[in-house]
């Protein structure tokens, strides 16, 4: 009788051993499939991007006015506010929610670039035709400035010594989204300083830092 017992028992731990292990490699399939979906997800994304500026960023303003200085510093500062907002979202999500924030993720990055594409492509395509007053061209400066921190932070909680994917696989395919977001970041920041010849020593500054974030994005 006792035998049997044991022998009941047994059957049972291997039949739970089994079942544990099936439940395992089920759960790693699983995790295996959510990352490739995500993967591509970022992969869609940074496509999407990539389009979008092509569309806006080579088209040229020919016969459009000049650009006003107060029009300048609004958008600077208008997009300062979706990096410091985005940046700030990010830094509040640890590595342990990331799988499951990811959607959030992708979708603040997506609009944050459709955002930064859209506003600054005027600026960036249009060429410099006359010269702002000092007091204007302190403004544009400022508002660089700001965006330039803003940028820098948002960079670093993604990528950063400590940022959000700095150690995980998802490195290197939000990386990729990244910089292409940097590099309008750049192309602004040389149309920006291209107005502001009485500060444009002062925006090297910034210009160093900017760089300093776009290679952050593709560094491995």
């Given at each position: 009788?006792?035998?049997k017992l044991l022998s009941v028992l047994a059957t049972a731990l291997t039949v739970q051993s089994a079942y544990a292990?099936?439940?395992?490699?089920?759960?790693?399939?699983?995790?295996?499939?959510?990352q490739s979906q995500q993967v591509h997800q970022l992969e869609q994304l940074a496509h999407e991007i990539h389009v979008?500026?092509?569309?806006?960023?080579?088209?040229?303003?020919?016969?459009?006015?000049?650009?006003?200085?107060?029009?300048?510093?609004?958008?600077?500062?208008?997009?300062?506010?979706?990096?410091?907002?985005?940046?700030?979202?990010?830094?509040?999500?640890?590595?342990?929610?990331?799988?499951?924030?990811?959607?959030?993720?992708?979708?603040?990055?997506?609009?944050?670039?459709?955002?930064?594409?859209?506003?600054?492509?005027?600026?960036?395509?249009?060429?410099?035709?006359?010269?702002?007053?000092?007091?204007?061209?302190?403004?544009?400066?400022?508002?660089?400035?700001?965006?330039?921190?803003?940028?820098?932070?948002?960079?670093?909680?993604?990528?950063?010594?400590?940022?959000?994917?700095?150690?995980?696989?998802?490195?290197?395919?939000?990386?990729?989204?990244?910089?292409?977001?940097?590099?309008?970041?750049?192309?602004?920041?040389?149309?920006?300083?291209?107005?502001?010849?009485?500060?444009?020593?002062?925006?090297?500054?910034?210009?160093?830092?900017?760089?300093?974030?776009?290679?952050?994005?593709?560094?491995?």
């Amino acid at each position: 009788m006792q035998f049997k017992l044991l022998s009941v028992l047994a059957t049972a731990l291997t039949v739970q051993s089994a079942y544990a292990m099936s439940s395992t490699q089920q759960g790693q399939a699983q995790q295996q499939s959510e990352q490739s979906q995500q993967v591509h997800q970022l992969e869609q994304l940074a496509h999407e991007i990539h389009v979008h500026q092509m569309t806006e960023l080579h088209q040229l303003d020919i016969g459009l006015p000049a650009l006003n200085a107060s029009a300048i510093t609004a958008t600077l500062n208008s997009v300062s506010n979706v990096f410091a907002t985005t940046g700030t979202a990010i830094s509040n999500i640890t590595a342990v929610t990331l799988a499951q924030q990811l959607p959030n993720i992708i979708s603040s990055i997506s609009a944050l670039a459709g955002n930064l594409v859209t506003n600054v492509a005027s600026i960036i395509t249009t060429p410099v035709t006359s010269t702002f007053s000092d007091g204007d061209q302190l403004s544009i400066y400022n508002a660089f400035a700001t965006l330039t921190t803003a940028n820098t932070q948002l960079i670093n909680a993604f990528v950063g010594p400590n940022g959000l994917v700095s150690n995980s696989l998802l490195r290197g395919p939000i990386g990729v989204v990244l910089n292409l977001i940097e590099r309008t970041v750049v192309n602004l920041a040389g149309a920006i300083i291209a107005r502001i010849p009485a500060y444009a020593q002062q925006a090297q500054t910034q210009l160093s830092q900017i760089h300093s974030s776009l290679a952050l994005t593709i560094s491995v």
